[in-house]
């Protein structure tokens, strides 16, 4: 069940409702197949359905929702090829506006890295990992600001919507948090060393660490996830009850 949105604020009730739904896919809220409804989201949320249906199209093309004329509207299985291309693009992306931050990121934008930093430490040993994936995008977003790359961050948030419904899953069942936070304290100490080398060492390090975790979650979790692009025809039973370890590997 969606708590009812403040229709009363600046932003437009379009945008505020595709946040609230594509964070309730990402989170499992709502499961993968699962159809959607206009008309029921609407009443959670205490709106129209134009935005609503508004929203309905920014997820599909954001891979997250497939629109099927006289049929419905489903949440998408998790495409394997789509993690795997939107983790290459993030990496070319953020090794270079990493490089650039030891350029030119300032004092004030080293001290947010560290409180983010800080609060992550903080809650390393939560079992819910909603707050930890929140500080997470914090993280690299204060970067990508801190190198005066705005730009490249909104082609990174474009691109990775079926790779943060990974990035949700695998941090209670595949990759420890602590883990992900010392690689975040690499990068850190790098651009504080203003060494680009080293920074974009430890982003890509980083970053590949789905590469190990997706073959475990879908080993976990066939049923969530497909070989296909979003929105396409499902693969046969033989090609669903293939490994998850051999799927990733025929991607790479």
Not at 76 to 101: G, H, N
Not at 158 to 168: G, I, L, N, P, S
């Amino acid at each position: 069940m969606l708590n009812k949105i403040d229709v009363e604020s600046g932003e437009p009730i379009a945008r505020r409702v595709y946040r609230v739904l594509r964070q309730a896919i990402v989170t499992m809220q709502f499961s993968p197949g699962q159809a959607l409804s206009e008309q029921e989201i609407a009443d959670q949320l205490g709106v129209s359905r134009q935005p609503v249906r508004e929203a309905f199209i920014k997820l599909s093309e954001a891979g997250l929702l497939t629109i099927r004329p006289q049929r419905g509207s489903f949440v998408v299985k998790i495409s394997v090829k789509q993690v795997l291309d939107a983790r290459f693009v993030r990496e070319a992306v953020e090794t270079a506006v990493v490089r650039k931050a030891c350029e030119t990121i300032t004092p004030a934008g080293i001290a947010e890295l560290r409180d983010l930093l800080k609060a992550q430490w903080d809650i390393a040993d939560e079992p819910v990992p909603v707050r930890f994936l929140e500080l997470d995008e914090a993280f690299h977003r204060a970067i990508a600001i801190g190198a005066e790359c705005d730009y490249a961050w909104r082609i990174v948030e474009e691109t990775k919507a079926q790779m943060d419904r990974v990035r949700y899953l695998s941090v209670p069942y595949a990759t420890p948090i602590r883990r992900l936070i010392s690689q975040h304290q690499a990068v850190l100490e790098a651009i504080v060393a203003r060494d680009p080398v080293k920074a974009e060492a430890a982003m890509g390090l980083h970053l590949r660490e789905i590469l190990t975790s997706l073959p475990e979650l879908e080993g976990k979790f066939p049923d969530l996830f497909t070989l296909e692009e979003a929105g396409t025809p499902p693969a046969s039973k033989a090609t669903s009850r293939s490994s998850g370890r051999s799927r990733v590997a025929a991607l790479r």
